[in-house]
């Protein structure tokens, strides 16, 4: 569910289909469970080692972000989207699946780009699009941070907490 499989993809198109060279795709998390040994095997058949490195858990990305220019959220079911909030804030681009709580913080074109969930070939061209168009990426990166910064700070989600708190209490009086 979280697509690493469709990020590995996408980049072999990148590879094969735009003649992409210089790209490199970092997936951070559990590599050790089965899904993690199919894409290892998988980038292994495909001899995309040069492009795509499997890296374990971290609970500390900052590195890791200051060494990347986009972040993908390919996950089909994204609930709250820390990764998303955390990549903005730390000047990646995001390119997320369109899909669950991620649309409701990506703002296609505004803030980040959404692709079609599950489309490589999607994915593929918005990774095309950023790395082509890397100048109008400055407004992107400026209106995510700022995003970021204004509506997921402590005060402002711990007052939308609330406020959904006290319109569930409300619906449940209602309904007694």
């Not at 089909?76 to 955390?86: I, L, N």
Request: charged letters at 25%.
């Amino acid at each position: 569910s979280k697509g690493q499989f469709d990020a590995v993809r996408a980049i072999e198109n990148l590879i094969n289909q735009r003649g992409i060279n210089n790209i490199r795709l970092r997936i951070v998390g559990n590599c050790c469970n089965e899904y993690g040994e199919q894409i290892k095997k998988y980038i292994e058949a495909n001899h995309l080692e040069t492009y795509v490195e499997m890296i374990s858990f971290q609970l500390d990305l900052k590195e890791i972000r200051k060494e990347a220019d986009i972040a993908l959220m390919c996950s089909r079911s994204e609930g709250f989207g820390r990764v998303t909030v955390e990549s903005m804030l730390s000047e990646n681009v995001v390119i997320g699946a369109n899909c669950a709580g991620t649309t409701e913080i990506i703002k296609d074109g505004v803030n980040g780009y959404l692709y079609e969930s599950g489309n490589i070939y999607d994915l593929s061209e918005k990774i095309y699009y950023v790395i082509t168009h890397w100048n109008n990426q400055q407004r992107i990166i400026k209106n995510a941070k700022e995003f970021a910064k204004l509506n997921f700070n402590i005060e402002s989600y711990a007052k939308r907490i609330c406020e959904i708190y006290f319109e569930i209490l409300s619906v449940r009086k209602k309904e007694n």
